[in-house]
């Protein structure tokens, strides 16, 4: 009896295994293929998908997604976020379905166009400040400053220059970007995985947030409605104005691949300006897919400022709704500039 009860349960492993290695073969059959060389297709173009069938297995039907949403094996990419994407395809097989993917990357079809500037006006800026964070309120211009030991939350009188009044940061926080929605500012800190929300009208502390998904903080801007943030990389964060939560990302490309480092964070005429860091100059994004439609080289202002040994980049950038003009400004600059832009 114990005989038959073991040849029951090694026939029952055979049958088992042979199935399972049924199912990983004809998994490994088929492949998704797409009309787009090295899988990189433009948002302007018309995307064909494919199964390949190596063995001629009889297929009932196939359903394909984009990321988690359904599409059809042939669709246009003007409606999609540009980026970087997963493509799946569940192939059913006697009523069973396999499911195989494939990655592919949309780029913006149209060349970002350049813009220089004109200087406005030049208005006096603290030398020593990090410069992580610049937006306008009711005429007053609120900064966020970096480094360890040295971060703290500003306001300042943007034309005298002077500090109207300074929140300092606990010494092991190193302060990022900041914005302004509702009577509320929030601020960033980098590798800390925590934001602060302070009432703007005393600027105390009020609460705190975590990233829930992005692992550092960078930039802050909003639309009136929804805030976005930076993380470093290609990525600009939705959060819910609620939660805080990273609800939804988009991805800067243009049109031969993506742009990242993104860091400081404006919202101007419906669309996202970014200074990337290192570089003396701004992306403007648009929010909805990630396009890169334009370019600002402010490479110039880092010579209009005084030279010293700790002198670094452009970064902040701010506009003025009372004045409709963009002000910048970098880390350890001693100028703020007011400038308008001009199309090259």
């Not at 400040?129 to 971060?151: D, P, R």
């Amino acid at each position: 009896m114990n005989v038959s009860k073991t040849l029951i349960y090694i026939g029952l492993s055979i049958f088992l295994v042979s199935c399972g290695g049924e199912a990983d073969t004809l998994q490994n059959d088929f492949s998704v293929e797409t009309n787009a060389p090295n899988n990189v297709i433009k948002n302007d173009e018309t995307l064909k998908l494919s199964v390949a069938n190596k063995k001629q297995h009889p297929i009932d039907s196939i359903k394909y997604n984009l990321d988690d949403q359904s599409i059809a094996a042939t669709v246009g990419m003007d409606n999609q976020k540009l980026g970087k994407h997963t493509i799946t395809a569940e192939v059913y097989v006697k009523g069973k379905p396999y499911s195989v993917t494939t990655e592919i990357t949309i780029l913006s079809a149209k060349t970002p166009k350049v813009y220089g500037f004109n200087i406005v006006n030049e208005f006096p800026h603290d030398i020593n400040a990090y410069t992580q964070g610049l937006e306008f309120h009711n005429g007053v211009l609120y900064e966020s400053i970096g480094q360890y030991g040295k971060s703290e939350l500003r306001k300042v009188d943007y034309k005298t220059g002077d500090i109207l009044q300074r929140v300092k940061l606990d010494d092991n926080y190193f302060g990022e970007g900041l914005t302004i929605l509702n009577n509320k500012l929030y601020q960033l800190t980098w590798r800390e995985n925590t934001g602060f929300v302070y009432d703007i009208a005393t600027l105390e502390r009020e609460s705190s947030f975590n990233y829930n998904q992005s692992k550092e903080g960078w930039g802050l801007c909003n639309d009136g409605t929804h805030i976005y943030k930076s993380d470093g990389t290609e990525k600009i964060w939705t959060l819910d104005p609620s939660s805080l939560a990273e609800k939804d990302y988009i991805q800067a490309y243009h049109n031969r691949g993506k742009t990242t480092e993104l860091n400081e964070l404006e919202w101007i005429n419906g669309k996202i300006f970014s200074n990337r860091y290192q570089l003396n100059g701004v992306a403007i994004i648009n929010p909805t897919n990630g396009a890169i439609e334009g370019v600002i080289d402010f490479s110039p202002l880092s010579e209009k400022v005084t030279q010293h040994s700790n002198l670094d980049v452009l970064n902040g950038i701010a506009y003025n709704p009372e004045t409709q003009t963009i002000f910048v400004t970098g880390k350890y600059w001693d100028k703020l500039f007011e400038v308008e832009l001009v199309k090259r």
